[in-house]
């Protein structure tokens, strides 16, 4: 099965790999930032068995966006680049979609305006979608908006790229399949817009990562 990392924000994916560690996600935070995570990659009824100390499977970098968004302001993640990378990916979007065109293929709708799609994307602070997981079976629709974005269908389709199709959600996890479309430190930006979000938890959780026997880096 393996072992994930994930750079999450307010329980929400925006960045991860399987078995390594991926992106080095350390320059977003501080020796001070370490600690102790719960984790659902951590089987805690062995730890309850066995008497062990879990921590360190549960050890973690954690900072409020708040306080990282100085360091992504350093590192050239500002929210003009935000504004760039996603008028380049909307106009992609476009492109592709008259030349699917060309072989007959009905045409793509007019792609949300950045600040459209800032607005959607801060519409709801993160801490409010319900991050229940629900299982879909082959007879659902894993296409159509789920939860609180059950009348978003239009909206949403309008947002250029990803797959909002995941085979099992919960309303958080559905709404980050939507708008998780730029570099997860331009999403952290635009998720900023949203002064709720700001006392939300950056979490980069390396400890089931290095306890599974995966090296790192010191």
């Given at each position: 099965?393996?072992?994930?990392?994930?750079?999450?924000?307010?329980?929400?994916?925006?960045d991860w790999?399987?078995?390594?560690?991926?992106?080095?996600?350390?320059?977003?935070?501080?020796?001070?930032?370490?600690?102790?995570?719960?984790?659902?990659?951590?089987?805690?009824?062995?730890?309850?068995?066995?008497?062990?100390?879990?921590?360190?499977?549960?050890?973690?970098?954690?900072?409020?966006?708040?306080?990282?968004?100085p360091r992504?302001?350093?590192?050239?993640?500002?929210?003009?680049?935000?504004r760039v990378?996603?008028?380049?990916?909307?106009?992609?979007?476009?492109?592709?979609?008259?030349?699917?065109?060309?072989?007959?293929?009905?045409?793509?709708?007019?792609?949300?305006?950045?600040?459209?799609?800032?607005?959607?994307?801060?519409?709801?602070?993160?801490?409010?979608?319900?991050?229940?997981?629900?299982?879909?079976?082959?007879?659902?629709?894993?296409?159509?908006?789920?939860?609180?974005?059950?009348?978003?269908?239009?909206?949403?389709?309008?947002?250029?790229?990803?797959?909002?199709?995941?085979?099992?959600?919960?309303?958080?996890?559905?709404?980050?399949?939507?708008?998780?479309?730029?570099?997860?430190?331009?999403?952290?930006?635009?998720?900023?817009?949203?002064?709720?979000?700001?006392?939300?938890?950056?979490?980069?959780?390396?400890?089931?990562?290095?306890?599974?026997?995966?090296?790192?880096?010191?």
């Amino acid at each position: 099965m393996g072992t994930e990392i994930h750079l999450e924000f307010g329980g929400l994916s925006l960045d991860w790999a399987k078995n390594h560690r991926g992106v080095d996600h350390g320059s977003l935070f501080q020796e001070r930032d370490r600690r102790a995570v719960h984790s659902d990659q951590i089987n805690y009824d062995h730890f309850s068995e066995t008497g062990d100390d879990p921590t360190p499977m549960e050890m973690a970098f954690v900072r409020e966006l708040k306080d990282v968004l100085p360091r992504l302001a350093l590192l050239g993640y500002t929210m003009e680049q935000a504004r760039v990378a996603y008028d380049d990916l909307a106009t992609q979007y476009v492109d592709t979609r008259e030349a699917i065109t060309e072989l007959d293929e009905p045409p793509g709708v007019e792609p949300l305006s950045f600040d459209e799609f800032c607005a959607f994307a801060n519409r709801y602070p993160i801490s409010a979608l319900n991050d229940t997981v629900r299982h879909l079976d082959e007879w659902e629709s894993r296409s159509r908006p789920q939860g609180r974005f059950v009348d978003d269908e239009t909206t949403i389709s309008r947002i250029p790229s990803v797959d909002h199709d995941p085979a099992t959600w919960s309303e958080r996890a559905y709404f980050g399949s939507c708008i998780t479309i730029l570099h997860p430190y331009l999403m952290l930006q635009v998720l900023a817009g949203n002064s709720a979000n700001l006392e939300a938890d950056v979490v980069w959780q390396y400890g089931p990562l290095l306890e599974a026997g995966v090296g790192w880096p010191r």
